[in-house]
């Protein structure tokens, strides 16, 4: 059974950092892209970040692209996302999925994690 | 604004059918893969389908999903209060370079 279990988020101050981690298991994690997606309150999803399954490639959301990092590794089947310069926009729930948005979706879904930005 | 559009809401009874419209671009639906995703609240998203008209393994026929040039539907059919949930369409923009969703249409089964 597929399952990802992200931790690190909490409350930061704007100008802070966090970093997210997604735990995963159940499947080949170094075979797949993987992605991460949030959701702000009353808002609806929003993509954020891919990476392919060898970290060659790295694609990012037009909001967070020079301020957020994500990065896996393969050997610990983890998922990561370095959060910097976080705005009160950021305020979201994290989630981390397997897969990519086009091709065969975003298969399997982590519960999230609360990233929450105030002052 | 998102790139995607869908309609904020729909309705119908238990047992009926209805569609939910995601319409974009040459950019993003009109030359790649379209996925739904159904979220219940309080829980995660969940794929329905994937590659405009496929669905994942343990997902009921009652979904389908078709697409026609920059417009995509996902049909619901013998609708159950246990489909009330908001849903999303999402594609890969290939001149944004980024993943899309739509807004999301809150679902309602009266």
């Known amino acids: 059974e597929v399952q990802l279990v992200e931790s690190g988020g909490g409350l930061v101050q704007p100008g802070g950092s966090l970093r997210l981690s997604c735990a995963a298991s159940?499947?080949?994690?170094?075979?797949?892209?993987m992605t991460w997606v949030r959701r702000a309150p009353g808002k609806g999803l929003d993509w954020v970040s891919s990476?392919?399954?060898?970290?060659?490639?790295?694609y990012y959301a037009d909001s967070v692209r020079g301020r957020f990092t994500i990065s896996r590794d393969n050997s610990k089947n983890t998922l990561y996302l370095q959060m910097n310069a976080l705005r009160v926009e950021d305020t979201a729930l994290y989630y981390c999925?397997?897969?990519?948005?086009?091709?065969?979706?975003?298969?399997?879904w982590g519960q999230g994690t609360l990233v929450t930005v105030s002052s | 604004q998102s790139v995607l559009t869908q309609p904020p809401s729909v309705s119908a009874a238990p047992g009926q059918k209805v569609t939910i419209s995601c319409s974009g671009s040459?950019?993003?639906?009109?030359?790649?893969?379209l996925s739904w995703y159904q979220q219940v609240p309080g829980t995660a998203p969940k794929l329905l389908i994937y590659?405009?008209?496929k669905r994942p393994s343990g997902i009921p026929d009652r979904f389908s999903g078709s697409k026609s040039g920059t417009s995509a539907t996902l049909g619901i059919t013998g609708l159950q209060t246990g489909d009330e949930a908001d849903y999303y369409c999402?594609?890969?923009?290939?001149?944004?370079?980024?993943?899309?969703f739509g807004g999301g249409t809150s679902l309602t089964v009266l």
């Open positions: 999402g594609a890969w923009d290939g001149s944004l370079n980024t993943g899309v």
């Open positions: 590659e405009d008209d």
């Open positions: 159940g499947f080949t994690f170094s075979s797949y892209a």
């Open positions: 999925a397997k897969g990519k948005i086009f091709d065969s979706g975003l298969g399997s």
């Open positions: 990476i392919s399954d060898n970290s060659d490639s790295t």
């Open positions: 040459s950019s993003n639906i009109g030359n790649n893969h």
